[in-house]
């Protein structure tokens, strides 16, 4: 192939940056609300990639942590309303630790707004859409995660 | 000091001679005479030669009942107010065989480093600014032959955590980084933390690229979130890990901001206070907040 200054340059030129966002979502409800608001063909971002965990609280603080090392600008959790958990007391767990945790990264000077917690239950498809593109709105708006990054997790030239 | 070496010591040899304990668990002379580290004794022979009592006594030797409760026997322990919390802590979650131990409650009025200085944990005092510090749990107190020296603590230990939090974010930020890029992963804090005792630390996973030379920044920010998550609600405020650690990072300032946190949003708590209350993040009420009441407090908003 003849290299030539055209194809030098599509190579080296960088597609506008888009967010990547990691969603969290409880089997029970969450992700039967995304499936819903799937069904009903409502739309919401496709930089948003879901996580199916069995019930909010299993949502270890490390997993936060690893999401943005992996290049995650924002992270979403999403479960059962309080109340109404499949396995009855999970999100309450989950609601304490995330408080607590959420604080912590705004003491460490993480922007609180990469973070976020809603409980969209199975009926809620247009809630967990708006949310999503609420989410993906606030994080484009505060640009690239810079202070939870890993050099090391990052390729040489994004495609 | 409130109570002489040479009480202190022939108590421990009566203990030990009577057979009413087998070991003891004290402090001998490390490599200086300021750097005093826990040790177990087991004869009279061995606490007359190696037991050292001094005001450099600032070592929390709770943790090391974890193992040493287990031998036969009775082991005798002394326990600093700022001791007999991680004590009570660590008999709440099953880690220590109580039965097994001769607890006593020693008065403190404060301990130096290593550097000659009153140590900053002691300076935060909680036996001091409590009305009336009773020990919990304790098979013996000693009585304090002089009075302290000092009868309040010297500030609020939630005042720096207030200072930072006053701050904006990227104040913040850089406070932080400049705090923890320092960190060479030791461990030090890790290791001495009574609150830290899992058998298999979520650290020492072989399959992590390394737990030791730090690559990245990521690496130093991940430890000190995770592993004061995970002792959040369960730290008792002993200042150890600050203590320890060589490059002296405020660790307890991370510690600190959950305690805070726990106090404004789920009622006052101190971990290690008495043997029945649950620990904040296993427990809940139905009315608890909700994590966007984060977006409201803290520092500057941008």
Known sequence: MQINENNV???????EWVPTIVAFCCNWCSYAGADLSGTNRLSY???????????????????????????ADGVILCGCHPGDCHYTTGNYYAR??????????DYLGIEKERTRVEWVSAAEGAKFAKTMNEFAETITKLGENRRLEDLRCKSALKD | MQI???????????LLSSGEVARVLGWQKGEFEEDLTPAVFESVDELEKGFVFNEYCGANLSKYLIKASKGE??????LKPCDNYSFVQLQKEHRINRE????????????????????????????LSEEAFSFIDCDEVLEA??????TSAEIDRFDEVAK??????????????????????????????????CEKCVFDNPDLARNKAVADSFEENLFHVIRSFHVAGRCTDCGECSRVCPEHIPLHLLNRKYMKDINDLYGDFQAGADLETRAPLTDFTKEDAEPSVIYERGGNEQ
């Not at chain 1, 930089?47 to 090392?69: G, H």
């Not at chain 2, 939090?165 to 461990?187: D, G, H, K, V």
């Open chain 1, 45 to 71: 971002p496709a930089n948003v990639k879901i996580i199916r965990i069995p019930c909010s609280c299993r949502l270890n603080p490390m997993f936060i942590l690893r999401a943005f090392q992996r290049g």
């Open chain 2, 73 to 78: 026997g009775k082991i005798a322990v002394i």
């Open chain 2, 4 to 14: 002489s070496a040479e009480r202190l010591t022939s108590k421990l040899k009566e």
């Open chain 2, 100 to 127: 097994n131990v001769y607890a006593i409650g020693l008065p403190c009025d404060g301990m130096k480093g290593i550097d000659g200085e009153k140590l900053a944990k002691c300076k935060t005092c909680k036996s």
């Open chain 1, 9 to 15: 340059n599509a190579s080296v030129e960088k597609k």
């Open chain 2, 164 to 197: 930072l939090e006053a701050m904006t974010p990227e104040e913040r930020y850089e406070f932080w980084q400049n705090e923890l890029s320092r960190c060479i992963r030791c461990n030090a804090c890790r290791n001495v933390c009574p609150a830290c005792s």
């Open chain 1, 96 to 105: 304490r630790r995330m408080t607590l945790l959420f604080s912590m990264l």
């Open chain 2, 145 to 150: 032959e002089t009075p302290a020296s000092c």
